[in-house]
């Protein structure tokens, strides 16, 4: 409980470190990203009007303490370029859960799939499970993703006449986007539980376990596969909580209005204020997830307690 | 020493008989022959010991018993009759579940990583009663601190709860003796029980297997590469070398009157046995080499005693008494009568005066 309790303090300090840096450097920025097309056609007096408008002009401090004040009313300001004058939540909004279901529906079935797979490449270790599995594994993380998704939309709508595009209203638009997410995801699974599981089952523990008369299944059950999922399960909150990312490929490809590439596109269009917004979104999740996952993986593991993260490992 | 005397013990049912056992490994193309043609008969209720250095074939011997050979292990001829099976033929993980656990129960060397750690002590330790014992639930959970209590773990009830970190060293080998004995098995292999505890834990965990070995009913086999720690414990004890025992004989006989050169050597090498100030005795030479067929006495290239008969013909047991065997040529009635070392003729007279036997 303390473990957790001071797990959940630092995260939060870590947090305010980051909001703040990430503004302080926000501040640094080209002016450009708060005008817009118009930049060109201001004067210096109309520039600085607009600047001391956004209060852009204030002592860092006072804007340092504005920005608090707005981001705690879940206030993340207007889009400038993007869309103009839309609030970035209401962009954000939408685009967040389009990601998150495809990631999320991705995620399901590669978690099930992936570990499945890598299951049987341990227990079959050496032997055509695993050989093909390893195929895959090794495919997969060779052949650059674009190659494999462009042929999976080029045969797969062929074959099964499934649709190009991502229709809001058609659920087999679904279908291939969510395949092509999964691809990789699918061997990055089956390796790593693999790996933990040839791991764990080369321990003293499992001899001793067989020597007292368990059955190779009632080993890999009770024992191994437990085990070996506790090193996994530090990374299972991060991934889950980046999907809302969304896949920079697979959105494009198949047109889902996701946030994949959101920020390039922000960035290139010098929209300070989405930047700001994504930027911190993204690195809150990533510091929301190391956390939860340390948290999971202390309910697991009985051997970490404070000071010694990771010794287990 | 509360041991039974050599002639109960021998006198007592075979529960284990080993014949010519012959176990083969194949290592990168290569075959390997770890035991070669070993036989043994373990009676019930005896403690026996088996002693040699690394790599005699102590751990594989024992683990054949078990059907625990590594997978690119088979046992090539011989056999194993225990309870009328010959366990030398058993092949499939269903017929081994009837054995392991139920009748014959191991412990193994390191105790640091024989436990899960992420399971709590008690409940390993449950999983054996409740595989074994026909009990579930808060019955097995009693037996389990029952168990715990036994093995000399204070407050189980408290400790039933706990991980294997929040152990010591001394205390998880506790626990693996106690999953062990919750098996209820007949018979109890040590593999090294207390290589890697600190000598006073050692004597400790020796003592204690002396009392489960009576309140258990159980017929253990200590294997080690020590003769010192099991000088107290052991009735019988087995010399291997290169994957043959070439000496058995009761503890004292193997102590106080062994044969074998290779005891000889083994014993001298004994740091109990050292004289203050001289340098401690270590065997010449290395053992051989098992991927090769050995002929002969496989000691015989190590032996300063060797006669021209040892690199020939392996030599057959000689009796030296109803309870005492070794292979060895010096044996045979037309030898040349060779002196044993002066340690072992001090050993032999102190065996004749039948003084106290070294604690
Ligand atoms: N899986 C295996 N593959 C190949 N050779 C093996 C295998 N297991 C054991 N051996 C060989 O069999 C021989 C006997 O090994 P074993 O482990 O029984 O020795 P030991 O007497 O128990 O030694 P130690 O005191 O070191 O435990 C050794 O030469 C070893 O190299
Ligand atoms: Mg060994």
């Known amino acids: 409980m303390k473990y957790v309790l001071i797990r959940l303090l630092r995260s939060v300090l870590t947090l305010v ?42 002592p860092w401090y006072i804007q340092l303490k504005n920005f608090y004040n707005d981001l705690i009313k879940g206030d993340f300001g207007e889009s400038i370029t993007y869309r103009p004058k839309v609030a970035i939540t209401k962009i954000l909004g939408e685009k967040l859960i389009t990601s998150l279901r495809f990631g999320m529906a991705s995620l399901g079935i590669s978690l099930v799939v992936g570990l499945s797979l890598g299951v049987l490449m341990a227990r079959y270790k050496g032997k055509f499970w695993d050989k093909l599995g390893t195929c895959y594994v090794v495919g997969a993380n060779a052949v650059p993703v674009v190659i494999y998704y462009l042929l999976i939309q080029v045969f797969f709508t062929q074959i099964f006449n499934l649709p190009l595009l991502y229709d809001k209203t058609d659920p087999k638009s679904w279908i291939l986007p969510v395949f092509c997410l999964s691809l990789v995801n699918i061997a990055y699974y089956a390796m790593w539980i693999r790996r933990y599981m040839v791991d764990e089952l080369n321990k003293d523990y499992v001899r001793l376990a067989r020597a007292k008369g368990l059955k190779n299944k009632e080993i890999m059950i009770r024992h191994v596969m437990r085990n070996a999922f506790v090193p996994m399960a530090q ?12 896949s920079i490929y697979v959105e494009s490809l198949f047109s889902i209005p996701g946030t994949g590439g959101l920020l390039v596109t922000a960035i290139q269009r010098q929209d300070n204020t ?40 | 020493m509360a041991q ?22 194949n290592l990168r193309g290569k075959e390997l022959t770890a035991i070669r043609g070993a036989s043994l008969d373990l009676h019930k209720g ?39 099976q010959d366990l030398s033929k058993y092949k499939t993980e269903d017929e081994w579940i009837k054995i392991r656990g139920k009748e014959i129960a191991m412990v193994f060397q390191d105790p640091m990583t024989s436990l899960n750690p992420l399971k709590t002590v008690g409940k390993q330790v449950q999983e054996s009663i409740e595989l074994h014992q026909n009990l579930k639930g808060e019955e097995a959970k009693k037996l389990a601190i029952e168990i715990l209590n036994d093995v000399g773990i204070t407050e189980p009830e408290r400790r039933y709860k706990q991980y294997p970190h929040e152990f010591s060293g001394g205390m998880r080998q506790r626990v693996v003796i106690a999953i062990a004995v919750a098996c209820n098995p007949n018979i109890l292999i040590c593999d090294e029980p207390t290589t890697a505890l600190d000598v006073t834990i050692q004597a400790q965990i020796l003592q204690l297997l002396k009392n489960l ?64 100030g001289e340098a401690l005795y270590s065997i010449k030479g290395t053992p051989p080499n098992l991927f090769k067929e050995i002929k002969g006495d496989a000691f015989a290239p190590r032996n300063p005693h060797a006669l021209k008969i040892d690199f020939v013909e392996r030599p057959p047991y000689f009796e030296v008494s109803p309870t005492h065997k070794a292979r060895t040529w010096l044996l045979d009635s037309r030898s040349p009568k060779v002196e044993p070392p002066l340690l072992i003729k001090k050993m032999q007279e102190m065996g004749a005066k039948r003084g106290d036997i070294i604690d």
């Open chain 1, 17 to 58: 470190i980051v909001v703040t840096v990430v503004f302080l450097l926000m501040r640094m920025m080209p002016i450009e990203g708060y005008f817009g097309a118009s930049f060109d056609k201001l004067d210096e007096a109309q520039k600085t009007a607009k600047l001391e408008n956004l209060g852009l002009l204030d």
């Open chain 1, 235 to 246: 990374y299972l909150p991060a991934s889950i909580l980046y999907t809302v990312s969304g």
């Open chain 1, 274 to 313: 989405l930047v700001q917004a994504l930027v911190l979104l993204y690195s809150s999740i990533g510091i929301i997830g190391l956390m939860l996952g340390d948290i999971l993986m202390a309910t697991f593991d009985p051997r970490i307690k404070l000071g010694n993260e990771g010794g287990s490992r």
């Open chain 2, 4 to 25: 039974k005397t050599i002639e109960e013990i021998i006198n007592s049912e075979v529960i284990l008989s080993v014949e010519d056992l012959v176990i083969k490994f």
């Open chain 2, 46 to 84: 005896e403690s026996l010991a088996i002693v040699g250095e690394s790599g005699s074939g102590k751990s594989v011997f024992n683990k054949s018993f078990m059907g625990l050979l590594d997978a690119n292990g088979r046992i090539e001829s011989g056999s194993i009759i225990y309870k009328g």
């Open chain 2, 213 to 276: 070995q009576d309140k258990y009913d159980l017929t253990i086999i200590y294997i080690t590469h020590d003769l010192g720690v099991v000088a107290n414990v052991a009735d019988r004890i087995a010399v291997m070398y290169a994957g043959d025992i070439i000496e058995l004989g009761s503890s004292e006989e193997v102590f106080f009157d062994p044969k074998h050169p290779y005891t000889w050597a083994l014993l001298s090498s004994l740091p109990q046995l050292g004289i203050k």
